[in-house]
Structures are given as structure tokens and as C-alpha cells.
């Protein structure tokens, strides 16, 4: 597991806490054995720790605290395959999924934990029914040797406001529990249904400071139905030992670029809090106060469906197509994530995820192909860490010899894809989303270009990703590069048939178009295109005569 790279290097501090299930490494069934797991678990203690959770069939795993995104992934990406490699010298497995793919919940274990007895006596049954995993992220808002007793407060508050309405959408981003024990649920997030059983589950109720946020909670104790305050786990709720805010909308993630995507967007709202905050106090337009009932109706509607159907969009209070709602969210985090230096890994996270499918859409997908057995393979934690260099090892930004920032650790590509039409050669142009960086200006599909692949396999990767180009019935004709010295651009300029089609193929782009030559340059093209763009046209017209 390793994340995406990044030049994010200041920001809140980070941690994150990944729940994974115990199974029988021949049957993938859920069995209560992570004691034996955790004993055997050798971990470095500046990568983390590993713990018990409430059952037994359960292990999670715990950063140490960390300065960037790239920094706590690799450290879950240590702990992972260590506790995995203490599992499968038992005849045992880790799955990361939200809850557990097989197995019966009778047959599982309670830990004998004194922290758990008064909770165990209060739930009765809920308690050996609580199979379900998460992946909890803390975002720091205090220096280093704060004392929790010591933070600002209403600080945190902001952060916590700030995330609250987007709990929704993150959590039809990170979905990935559609499967209980055997059964498909028909839900994404079967994790976040069944955890709203808890009285102290969900999001918390809109609060403007700590006051307000303090006397919530201390009102929720006094049901009686929880000891103290460390026992409300609402979805972003103020730790109660560290000076943290912490993010448990999550379901615990698969995948590493999953869970890096997840941790940045949530550093990125996070910083954005703290920018307005700072501005603007209480009134930080950051801020959108939903309704409890319309936040908790959003939630059920992200559980349900996930990305395969609308979203609510907080700002309109209404439904909207899932790429829509998740190109808001990223607006909504842009200020943290210019900040932190992520704006373009979270877009080109959300660009693979909306064209590759969230964990629920996968583990389905994967159902379809080959049963059980596939579902357990996707979700199955690696006893190594996985040689994945050449995997999306472009992405991140480089600084070239102009002193300019571009995106693509070995340069980028884009394809200029010819067609003929009635007026001659037709370009394919693609609306880039207003979410997108440049949003609103038409461009060629195109991206960063991997170390293993030569520019017009990156080209085409781009096209197929973006615009769903049949890329086997297209043929190269030459390439134009754009040198900045330690970084270029090429446009792969390449023909297709005259009925070659396109559409848009993930939420990136609102629209594409087969647009005249002679017609390109009255779009209101993106700048770097623009710039470039007579030169290109003279030479596919040259091409074209």
C-alpha cells in the first residue's frame, strides 16, 4: 500500500486509524482471533501501534502522528502488511472492508475489556453485532506538546462545522461495505446503516462554538445511555485525548490511493476551516449549517447508493448527479488544498474513482466476475507491501527550469485526436468540469504520463479515461513536445475514423465536442492550449492538406 505523491508539506498534522477484519485465511470467514494476531505483530513504534477493538475478530492499526499526506499513508502502509504477516502465519487473513464479507456474527467474541463492561450491559445485543470497520482520520489544530485541556476549542469547533455537511459525500466517496455475512444488503455503506443503531452515532448536531458544541454533548451524556464523552463517536466529533478533530464517516479503504484521496480531502476542509476561521470567526463561509434531519436523510441517501445515483448537494439543499456533488465538495476544500499543496491529487483521485468505482462498486464488480472468492481478493490486506513504482507514479507536481510548477513527475500528455468532417478535419475538445483546475476552458484529454509508459501510451490512457476513445482504431501521426527542460509536455497529435465517437466518460468534463479546426481557437480554450495553439493548428493543417 503507498500513497500518491506530494509536495504538501504544510497544514494540520495527520493520523489514521484503519479497523480490519480477522478471517480464516482458506474460507475468508470472520473469526475472533486478533488477539493472537496483535501478539505476533512486530511493528516499528515511528510507524505505529497496533490495538484491540471492542470484538474480537478485529485488529486496528494506529499512526504515529504525522506531517503530510504521503507520510501517514506510507506509515499504514508499513503497519498493514506487518499485522497481516502476523495473521497468515496463523492460518489467518486481514479483509479491509466495512463490514465483513463472510461468516456468522453468533459465532464472534467480545473482548473482556473494563472499558467496555458498563457499555456491553447498556446495549445488550448491539454489542456482539458490532462487526463493522472504519478508517478514522485525526487532523491536528494545536502545535506540537498541546495538551488536549489546552486547545482552542472553538478552533476545532470550526473544523468540525466545517467538515459536517459534507459527511455525506465523503462518505458515498469512501463507501465500501455492500456485503454483511454472505448477503448483499443492497446498500454501499452497509457500515454506516448499521452503525446508526447507536444513540451516539452519526453526525453531530450543528453547533457554532465550543459552548454550544460542549453543552451537545454533555446533554447526550446525561441520557444516561454513555459514561462520558469519550463514548460519542459522531461522524467528526472533538477527541477527547488528543487535540484533534476526528473524521469516522469513512469506511475502512481497500485500496491506498483510496485512503490517501480520503485523508487529503479531509486535511483540505480541515485547513480551509482553520483559513476562515481566522478571517471570519463564527460567520466563515465555510460554515453551511444543514438541518439535522436533511444531514441525516443525506447520509441514508450515501449509504444507499453510494456514487450510483444523485447526491445531495449541501449549498442547494437538493439532489445532484454524484460527479456534480463531489466536484462541490472539492471547491468547498480548494482554499486547504492550494494550501497543503493537494488540490491536483484530489483531482486526479476523484477523476479515478468516478471512473474506476468506489470500494462497494468494486467488491460488486468483482462479485460478477468470480463469486466470493473475487470479492475476498479486492478486499484482502497484502502480508507484503506491495512494488507498485510504475502505478500512477507520475502524479505530483515538479518544479522546471523556468521556475513554473507543472503537474506530471515525468512530464504529460494530451491527444489531439483528428477526425474528418464536412468542413475537413474535426479536433475532439473536452469542457473542463468547473471544479477541475482551469475549469470552464476547453482542452484535449490528456495527464500525467507515468514512468513506464511512453507519451502516447499516457495520451491514450487519457482519452480512454476521459472520453471513452476506442483507442485501438486510432493512428498516431506525430508528436509536438513542449519543452520546459526538466519538464515537457507532448501533444500527441493522432487520426481517427470519420465516425470515431466520444462522451464523457467520468466526472472531469461537463461536455465534448468534434469542433472544426478553424473553430478551436473561438473556444474559450485552457490557457497552457491556448498558448500553444497556433502552432498546432499549422501543423494539422499541414498535416491535413
Not at 466495512?98 to 464472534?108: F, K, M, R, S
Not at 497543503?340 to 483521485?349: A, F, K, N
Amino acid at each position: 500500500m503507498s500513497g500518491q505523491s506530494s509536495t504538501s508539506t504544510s497544514g494540520p498534522t495527520l493520523g489514521v486509524e484503519e479497523e480490519l477484519h480477522v478471517v480464516d485465511a482458506g474460507t475468508g470467514r470472520l473469526c475472533s482471533r486478533a488477539p493472537e494476531v496483535q501478539a505476533a505483530s512486530v511493528v516499528d513504534a515511528a510507524d505505529g501501534t497496533v490495538v484491540l477493538e471492542l470484538t474480537l475478530s478485529q485488529v486496528e492499526t494506529v499512526t504515529a502522528v504525522s506531517t503530510d499526506v504521503d507520510q501517514v499513508i506510507e506509515r499504514a502502509a508499513r503497519l498493514r502488511p506487518a499485522v497481516a504477516g502476523a495473521a497468515a502465519g496463523r492460518g489467518l487473513a486481514l479483509v479491509a472492508a466495512g463490514t465483513p464479507v463472510l461468516g456468522e456474527a453468533g459465532e464472534q467474541q467480545v473482548a473482556d475489556d473494563e472499558r467496555y463492561a458498563a457499555l456491553r450491559q447498556r446495549a445488550a445485543g448491539l454489542v456482539p453485532q458490532q462487526l463493522i470497520a472504519g478508517m478514522h482520520v485525526h487532523v491536528g489544530v494545536a502545535g506540537p506538546g498541546v495538551d488536549v485541556a489546552d486547545v482552542d476549542d472553538d478552533v476545532r469547533v470550526a473544523v468540525a462545522d466545517t467538515v459536517r455537511p459534507w459527511l455525506p459525500t465523503m462518505l458515498a466517496l469512501t463507501a465500501n461495505s455492500p456485503y454483511w455475512l454472505g448477503e448483499d444488503t443492497g446498500f454501499a455503506s452497509y457500515r454506516q446503516v448499521h452503525w446508526q443503531r447507536w444513540p451516539v452515532a452519526g453526525p453531530p448536531p450543528p453547533t457554532q462554538d465550543a459552548a454550544q458544541w460542549h453543552r451537545s454533548v454533555a446533554e447526550l451524556v446525561a441520557t444516561g445511555v454513555v459514561d462520558d464523552a469519550s463514548y460519542v463517536y459522531w461522524d467528526v466529533r472533538l477527541a477527547t485525548r488528543f487535540p484533534t478533530v476526528e473524521v469516522r464517516v469513512a469506511d475502512v479503504q481497500a485500496d491506498a490511493e483510496d485512503a490517501a484521496l480520503y485523508t487529503r480531502v479531509v486535511r483540505g476542509l480541515a485547513a480551509t476551516a482553520l483559513i476562515d476561521h481566522a478571517a471570519h470567526g463564527v460567520d466563515a463561509p465555510s460554515r453551511l449549517q444543514v438541518p439535522q434531519h436533511a444531514l441525516r436523510a443525506a447520509m441514508w441517501r450515501a449509504a444507499r447508493y453510494g456514487l450510483d445515483g444523485e447526491l445531495v448537494d449541501p449549498h442547494l439543499r437538493g439532489t445532484r448527479p454524484a460527479a456534480a456533488v463531489l466536484g462541490a465538495l472539492v471547491d468547498a476544500a480548494r482554499p486547504g488544498l492550494e494550501v497543503t499543496g493537494d488540490l491536483q491529487p484530489v483531482l486526479e483521485g476523484v477523476r479515478r474513482v468516478l471512473t474506476d468505482g468506489n470500494g462497494a462498486q468494486r467488491q460488486r464488480a468483482a462479485f460478477t466476475r468470480a463469486g466470493w472468492p473475487g470479492v475476498l481478493d479486492v478486499v484482502r490486506v497484502a502480508d507484503h507491501q506491495p512494488h507498485r513504482e510504475t502505478v500512477n507514479d507520475g502524479n505530483g507536481w515538479v518544479e522546471c527550469d523556468c521556475g513554473h510548477r507543472h503537474w506530471g513527475r515525468h512530464g504529460a500528455a494530451g491527444l489531439l485526436l483528428l477526425r474528418p468532417g464536412d468542413r475537413g478535419a474535426e479536433v475532439l475538445l473536452q469542457l473542463r468540469s468547473s471544479w477541475t483546475h482551469q475549469g470552464g476552458t476547453w482542452g484535449l484529454p490528456g495527464g500525467a504520463r507515468d514512468s513506464h509508459e511512453t507519451t502516447s501510451q499516457a495520451a491514450r490512457r487519457e482519452a480512454r479515461e476521459e472520453n471513452d476513445v476506442d483507442t485501438a482504431a486510432v493512428v498516431d501521426v506525430v508528436e509536438h513536445r513542449v519543452d520546459h527542460g526538466s519538464w515537457s509536455y507532448t501533444y500527441v497529435v493522432a487520426r481517427a475514423p470519420a465516425r470515431a465517437g466520444a462522451r464523457v466518460a467520468n466526472g472531469e468534463s461537463d461536455a465534448v465536442g468534434w469542433v472544426a479546426l478553424d473553430d478551436v481557437a473561438t473556444r474559450e480554450l485552457h490557457p497552457a492550449l491556448a498558448a500553444e495553439w497556433s502552432r498546432l493548428h499549422d501543423l494539422v493543417r499541414d498535416l491535413s492538406a
